[in-house]
C-alpha cells in the first residue's frame, strides 16, 4: 500500500537558518505529493504541491520537488522565521477505487528561535 | 469563503460513554473526509463521503464508529461505547468535486477528544 516516511523531529533551528525536512513515499501509480502544515491549535493547511515528476511546488519560501527517480519530496526554505514553528506533514494523493485519499506522515516539528 | 467549521472544539468523556463530533464543510464541496489524529502521529483516513455516499470506510471501527452525511451538507461523526485508546483530534476536510491528480483538502481545526 501506499506510505510516506518523514524525518523525526523536533528539529530545532535559529532564525535564518536553512531548512531540510526529508520526505520520502512508496505509492503505485503517479500520486500527487503534499506538504501540509499545522501551527498550534489550528488545522491543517496546504503549504504547497506538486501533481507530477520534476515539478516543484513552492509557497511563502518553502519548496519541494517531485522526484520520482528517489521517491522523495523534500521540503527546504532558505531562511526560516520563527513564526514557521509548526508540525509540517508531508501527504501523497493515490487511488483506490473510486476513492481517491491522503496518506500523511507521522509530522516533523519545527522549532525556530531567535 | 468561510472555513470548515467542527464543533466541540474539545471534549472530555469516561470510557463507555458515547460522544458525537459535527463538521459543516465548506460551501458546495462535495467530498467530506473525518480523520483521527493520535498525538505524535500523522491524520488516518476515517471515512469520505461523496454528496452523502460513503465512498470508503475502510478504516473504520465500524463495532462503535459511525457517520453520516444527510442531505450531502453537514456530517456527525458518533463514537459509541468510547475507549481509552480513541483520546485523539478528529478531523474533518472537504473539498471540491475530486479532479485526478489533483487532490487538495480543506481542513477544520479539529475536535480534542480525551477519554478518561
Known amino acids: 500500500g501506499n506510505s510516506v516516511t518523514q524525518m523525526e523531529g523536533p528539529v530545532t533551528l535559529s532564525e535564518e537558518a536553512f531548512l531540510t525536512i526529508n520526505c520520502t513515499y512508496t505509492?503505485?501509480?503517479?500520486?500527487?505529493l503534499f506538504w501540509y502544515v499545522q501551527y498550534p491549535g489550528e488545522g491543517l493547511q496546504l503549504l504547497l504541491k506538486?501533481?507530477?515528476?520534476?515539478d516543484k511546488g513552492s509557497n511563502k519560501g518553502f519548496e519541494a520537488t517531485y522526484r520520482k527517480e528517489t521517491t522523495s519530496f523534500h521540503l527546504e526554505k532558505g531562511s526560516v522565521q520563527v513564526s514557521d514553528s509548526a508540525v509540517y506533514f508531508c501527504?501523497?494523493?493515490?487511488?483506490?477505487?473510486?476513492?481517491?485519499?491522503?496518506?500523511f506522515g507521522t509530522g516533523t516539528r519545527l522549532q525556530v528561535t531567535l | 469563503e468561510a472555513g470548515v467549521a467542527q464543533s466541540p472544539r474539545y471534549k472530555i468523556i469516561e470510557k463507555r460513554q458515547s460522544v458525537a463530533f459535527w463538521c459543516n464543510p465548506i460551501?458546495?464541496?462535495?467530498?467530506l473526509y473525518w480523520y483521527q489524529q493520535i498525538l505524535g502521529q500523522g491524520p488516518k483516513l476515517l471515512i469520505q463521503?461523496?454528496?452523502?455516499?460513503?465512498?470508503?470506510d475502510s478504516q473504520l471501527p465500524k463495532d462503535r464508529f459511525s457517520a453520516e452525511r444527510l442531505k450531502g451538507v453537514d456530517s456527525t461523526l458518533k463514537i459509541q461505547p468510547a475507549k481509552l485508546e480513541d483520546s485523539a483530534v478528529y478531523l474533518c476536510?472537504?473539498?471540491?468535486?475530486?479532479?485526478?491528480?489533483?487532490?487538495?483538502?480543506?481542513f477544520g481545526p479539529g475536535t480534542r477528544l480525551t477519554v478518561t
Open positions: 501527504a501523497l494523493s493515490g487511488r483506490t477505487g473510486t476513492a481517491s485519499k491522503l496518506t
Open positions: 505509492a503505485t501509480g503517479y500520486p500527487s
Open positions: 476536510a472537504s473539498s471540491p468535486r475530486q479532479v485526478v491528480g489533483l487532490h487538495e483538502q480543506y
Open positions: 463521503f461523496q454528496n452523502n455516499g460513503v465512498v470508503d
Open positions: 460551501s458546495g464541496h462535495a467530498t
Open positions: 506538486a501533481t507530477k515528476a520534476d
